[in-house]
């Protein structure tokens, strides 16, 4: 009897069985982990070393690079001009200013349970915008006037992908409800207006936006060039909101709609109170990619001469004062952005995880 | 109802608040400012123009272009007509979207296929890849590959050489350029021959699946067939190709296929950035097909290659395909990011330069986008088809 007792099997948990189990399964996971692992060894070391170990940090002048790494002196000594731009220096801590509601209005919606966030989160998209403009701009309570052609760096970076995600996010729904529409002739001009500026890429949007929009507008009147940019990018952007909306709102069954309609409920107060509140939770992940997509795509206002962040660091890594800092400049860009998008991203499968009511259509 | 609401009865009958009035009546209005809008536009532009002396129509496409394009497909000089510009540009966006297509397909189904790895290595390196490329700006990654990456190789008297036949320059890739002999033309037509038979044995070989049940390796043979045939001419008549090997003449090189570092930066960042987000999809698609499906085939005895090409891949390109399509779109009006390094592409060409000495800005601008347009057209109807060829059919 006793001899019939099995032990417990060896050695089925721990680090060891856990190597064995992930890495060297069978004979080509063994070859691939060791030759990966390899490769792997021998750059990321090399790579940690050029970005921290022999990298300079502290300096004032291109003499201060002598090591092997990265001169990160560079980005330490032009930041100022990768953050605001052509923003005059003793005008700054408005931007500053700005900066800092933004923090105050974005962060607590990452912490569960902050007092007022709600109330933070609609100032975000309603007087926060009022407040920037008239801050940055200035003009108004003595504050000295800065032309836009003077910002520039992160801070316009910030400016378009906000303006651009709270404009096309309503112009977008409006579309999609066009295009659900019953009324042919409406839903014909949104098909129309949505495919023809999916189909044609930004930059002809923006070089139309720069070049022909002065043409389009009667004698007189004429925008900015950043206003103009935001406007090419805001109705394009739309375009692909809105079929990230009218996925949402095909999902929705029938029901719904009857239901609402069965209730009395007239077709904006149907799809405010019942459709939109729905469909919108679950194209969260669409929106947010959206988002993410407008965010990168700000950087293409560079060739028609705005100095985005990226901008800025293009105009500086060609500086002959600094020598190959080619590589530090984009490394920086690429990090901000990869900041922003990543967290972006991040917190939609957060939204979408608090949101998920459990109904499975 | 009523008692909230004793006009109830009463509003009914009021004309604007019948739906079908009302729908008439938007409509109208629609249709109305969408004309008013545009015969604005157009009064305007008119306008615009004859106050600033620019000439409308097309007659401009005939005109001497009299600018240099560093790349061409097609012969072009500066004394050529800008309707020629037109066609250099928009033969070189559909070059570098072509070659964008197939690299990005072949390298985002490797790294969604590595994504699900059950090496944790490899899995964890597609996923860095994935969340480290797709958040990162496309027109960063172009200034990366050209500025910092391409424009730092060695000159050209410092190549970097590749066995004699590749060379690397900061001046671009150096490729041996087959040149066809007397007697290519047996090959060429043992390629024909080759694909005609290959055709031929799949509708043998189904008949006679569908007939006796008995499965003919179609994979293999076809395989043996394209790679033999063509090998075979190439043998019997004395190896017809020779090799156009670049060579250093002066400062530079001369002979063979050269990639411009234009061309080459663009291709790699589209290429590398879309096969970011192609992963995913191929991934998502694997993922959709539901394990019992590989049990149940396993079940009825297919191997496991039948069982990948028969039930598994096919399910999963019906999820694959629709947004698949919009990368390949994606992708092709990426490529206008070459007006920022400067490849002559269709935007760079045309409505840069074009645009620029012509100041005919609004046939120039309707002639690019009709251009993308129609493209975006034309990819979303072939894959449209396609689609429904392999969509779930129920019955």
Avoid at chain 1, 166 to 195: N, Q, T, Y
Avoid at chain 1, 248 to 276: C, D, H, N, T
Avoid at chain 2, 61 to 67: C, E, R, V
Wanted: proline share 5%.
């Amino acid at each position: 009897m006793t001899e019939s007792v099995m032990s417990p099997p060896k050695r089925t948990v721990g680090p060891v069985q856990w190597v064995r189990r992930n890495l060297f399964n069978t004979w080509y996971n063994t070859l691939l982990t060791v030759v990966i692992g390899y490769l792997l060894v021998t750059s990321v070391g090399p790579l940690l070393n050029w970005l921290f170990l022999d990298a300079n940090f502290i300096g004032d002048s291109p003499e201060a690079c002598v090591g092997e790494g990265a001169c990160w002196v560079f980005i330490n000594q032009r930041l100022n001009f990768f953050i605001y731009g052509f923003y005059p220096g003793d005008e700054q801590w408005r931007v500053n200013i700005m900066f800092a509601l933004l923090a105050i209005c974005i962060v607590p919606q990452f912490i569960e349970g902050f007092p007022a966030r709600r109330w933070l989160g609609l100032f975000a998209v309603s007087g926060l915008p009022i407040v920037g403009y008239f801050l940055i701009s200035g003009g108004w309570f003595g504050l000295e006037t800065v032309p836009t052609h003077k910002w520039g760096g992160l801070m316009l970076t910030l400016i378009l992908a906000y303006v651009g995600i709270l404009a096309s996010l309503p112009i977008g729904i409006v579309l999609a409800l066009g295009r659900r529409s019953d009324m042919p002739i409406i839903r014909g001009i949104c098909v129309v207006f949505i495919e023809v500026w999916r189909a044609v890429p930004l930059i002809t949007v923006l070089f139309m936006a720069s070049v022909m929009l002065p043409l389009f507008l009667p004698e007189g009147m004429n925008f900015e060039k950043l206003l103009r940019a935001l406007i090419g990018i805001t109705l394009w952007q739309s375009a692909y909101m809105a079929e990230v909306v009218r996925g949402g709102l095909q999902a929705i069954p029938r029901g719904q709609y009857e239901a609402a309609s069965a209730l009395g409920l007239g077709y904006w107060r149907k799809m405010g109170l019942i459709v939109l509140p729905q469909a919108l939770k679950l194209v969260i992940p669409g929106i947010v990619n959206t988002f993410i997509a407008l965010f990168k795509d700000t950087t293409l206002v560079l060739i028609i001469g705005l100095f985005d962040i990226l901008g800025t660091v293009q105009s500086t890594v060609t500086d002959p004062a600094w020598q190959n800092v080619a590589i530090e400049g984009y490394v920086f860009v690429a990090f901000c952005f990869w900041v922003f998008c990543f967290g972006m991203s991040r917190y939609s499968q957060n939204l979408e995880r608090k949101l998920d009511t459990g109904h499975r259509t | 109802m009523n008692d909230s609401n004793p006009h109830y009865e009463q509003t009914r009958r009021k004309p604007w608040n019948d739906p079908r009035v009302r729908a008439l009546i938007f409509q109208a209005v629609a249709i109305a400012a969408v004309f008013w809008s545009g015969w604005a536009l157009i009064d305007n532009t008119l306008a615009n123009m004859e106050s600033r002396g620019i000439s409308t129509g097309f007659d401009f496409l005939n005109q001497s272009a009299g600018f240099g394009i560093i790349m061409s497909l097609i012969p072009y000089d500066a004394t050529m007509s800008y309707g020629r510009t037109f066609w250099v540009g928009l033969l070189n966006t559909l070059l570098v979207s072509g070659m964008g297509i197939i690299a990005a397909t072949v390298l985002g189904f490797i790294i969604g296929v590595a994504r699900l790895s059950s090496n944790w290595l490899i899995a964890k390196i597609a996923l860095v890849y994935v969340e480290v490329i797709r958040n990162i700006p496309l027109l960063l990654q172009i200034f990366f590959w050209y500025f910092a990456v391409l424009r730092n190789l060695p000159s050209p008297r410092q190549s970097v050489d590749v066995g004699g036949l590749l060379f690397l320059n900061n001046r671009g890739l150096y490729l041996p350029d087959p040149v066809a002999e007397p007697g290519f033309g047996w090959v060429a037509a043992a390629i024909v021959i080759a694909i005609a038979a290959v055709v031929i044995i799949r509708i043998l070989a189904k008949r006679r699946q569908m007939a006796t049940g008995k499965i003919f390796p179609t994979v293999k043979v076809s395989v043996a067939v394209l790679i033999g045939l063509p090998l075979l001419a190439y043998l019997a008549a004395g190896g017809p190709i020779s090799w156009d090997i670049p060579e250093l003449k002066g400062f530079n090189f001369g002979g063979g296929i050269t990639m411009i570092p234009e061309l080459a930066a663009l291709w790699f960042a589209l290429s590398i950035y879309t096969a970011s987000f192609i992963a995913e999809i191929v991934r998502s698609g694997i993922m959709a097909v539901s394990k019992g499906q590989t049990e149940a085939a396993q079940a009825l005895g297919l191997k496991s290659g039948m069982t990948l090409r028969l039930v598994v891949i096919p399910q999963a390109m019906r999820v694959i395909i629709p947004p698949l399509t919009s990368q390949y779109l994606n992708l092709v009006k990426n490529s206008s990011l070459a007006t920022a390094i400067g490849y002559p592409d269709l935007v760079s060409v045309f409505m840069g330069t074009t645009l620029n000495q012509t100041g005919q800005a609004v046939e120039v601008v309707a002639m690019t986008m009709g251009v993308y347009l129609t493209i975006s057209l034309l990819i979303s109807l072939f894959m449209n088809i396609y689609n429904r060829a392999v969509a779930l059919k129920e019955r």
